[in-house]
C-alpha cells in the first residue's frame, strides 16, 4: 500500500475544513451565496498558509454542477476534476515559472472563448508578482474589460510588487499565519483520524516549529510519523526538531532569579552537552522572555505555570534588560570562538547586570555576606581580566557586591586589608575598564564577614582535585596490591594535584 503524503491526504476540500482563515472564508461565502461574485480575486499571504488551495476551492464553489454555492457538492464531474487538477477550465499559471509575455499573451489569448466545460474559466495565477511587465500591462488588458465567463484567482507572497493597477481591479483577501493553537488542533484531528498515538506538547512542538504554516505543520507530522515509529513522543520530537527542554530553560532562568551564580554554570553545562544549535536556544530564550514580559503586563494573558511563576522572580526591568542582552547576544553569537562558549557569555552578562533600579544602594545591604552567585560570577570575569601578581592576588580576595555603569563595588575581608593599595586598585580598575569597553572605578568595603571569595573558591577547588586524586590512588589496584605485598604504606603528603 502506498503511503500518501498527509499534505496532499488532507488537503481540504471544502472552506470548512480551511484553518484559521474565518473572517475571509466568511466575506467569500457570503460572496458566493449571493452571487455577489467579482471579476479578479487576490489572495496574499506567507508561504504554506494555503492561498492556492483556497483558490482551487473557490474555483469549485465557482464551477459546482449543482450551483454556485460557497459548499461544493465534490461529487460532480466538475468538483472531482478540479480535486484531481485535471479540470480543463481552471487554469493553473505559477508565475514563477512562466515570466515571458508570450506565454501570458498566450494563455489571455483564450480569455474571450467561452468555457468548456464549466460555468467559468478560471485562471489561477499563483506567484503573481513574479509576472513581468509585459505580462502584467496583458493582464491588465483583460481585466479592463473582463468577459463575463472569465474569473481570475491571483495569489502571492508579495502584493507590494503588484502593480497598483491590477491591484486596484481585484479583490484582495489577506490570509493569516495559523496561530500555534490552530495548528496544533488540526495536528490532533489527524492524528486521531489516521490512528496515531501522540502526546500533547509533542504536537504543540510541531506546531510552534511550523511557524504559521499548516503546510510545514503536516510535512513535519509527516516525518515525525516516520521519526517516532507511529507514536509521537515528546522528548523524541523535541530530538528532532532540535529543540529545548522547556524544563532545562525553565532552571536556568530560575538560576538566575536566584542570582544562583553555580547553579546557573552547572545548567549551561547540562544544555551544553545535549545542544549543539545555540542560535535556536537564545531564540527559545527570547520567546520564553517574551512571554514573561507579556503575562508581566497583561497578568490574565494565558500562560503555562512555568511563566507565570518566572513573572513573579523578575521584574519587568530585568526582563527587558535579560532580551536585549539575549538579542545582542543572539547578533554576535557568529564571532565567539565557540557558540557554547558565546552563550555562556550571554548568561553571565545577565547574571552580572543588574537594571541600576533594582541593586540594592544601602550600606548595610552591601555588607550583607554574598551568596556564591556573585563569586561565580567575578571568578570568570576575573578570569578574563589580563591581571597578575599583587593585583590578581588582591581581585581574587574580593568579592564582587554591585556593578553599576561606572562602579564595580566588592567586599574584602578585613584581614586582606593591607594588601590594598592605589597602585593595585588602578590596575584592576584598568582591566575592568578594557574588559567591560566603558570607565569602571571599583569600590572596596571592608568587612568582617566570611567571604566566598574566587581565591578560596580556587583553594577547595584544588582541595577537591587533591582529595579524588588522593582516593584514585588508594583504591588503584596495583597500589592495592603493592601495600599488600611489600606491606607498603601510602605517603599521602607526596600527593600533589598538577593541574593549575
Ligand atoms: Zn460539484
Redesign the pocket.
Known sequence: MSYQVLARKWRPKNFNEIVGQDSTLRMLSNALDNERLHHAYLFTGTRGIGKTTLARIFA?CL????KISST?????????AIDEGRFIDLLEIDAASRTKVEDTREILDNVPYAPTAGRFKIYLIDESHMLSTHSFNALLKTLEEPPAHVKFLLATTDPKKLPITILSRCLQFHLKRVSIENISEHLKNICEAEKINFERPALELLAHAADGSLRDALSLLDQSIAYCNNTLVTKEIRNMLGTVEHETLFELLKALAEKNGKKLLSEISKLTEVISQFDRLLEALLSVLHKIAVHQTVSDAPADDMIKQLAKNFSAEDIQLYYQIALIGRRDLPYTPHPALGFEMIMLRMLAFHPATHTTTTEKKIMEPQKITDTQNWSHILSELKLTGMAHALASNCVLQKISDTHFEFALSEKHQPMMNTNLIERIEQALTQHQHRAIKIKIIITKDELNTPAKHQQQQQQERLATATSTIKNDSNVQKMIDIFDATLSTDSIVSTDN
Not at 464551477?63 to 449543482?66: A, D
Open positions: 469549485k464551477n459546482c454542477e449543482k461544493p457538492c465534490n461529487n460532480c464531474d466538475t468538483c472531482k
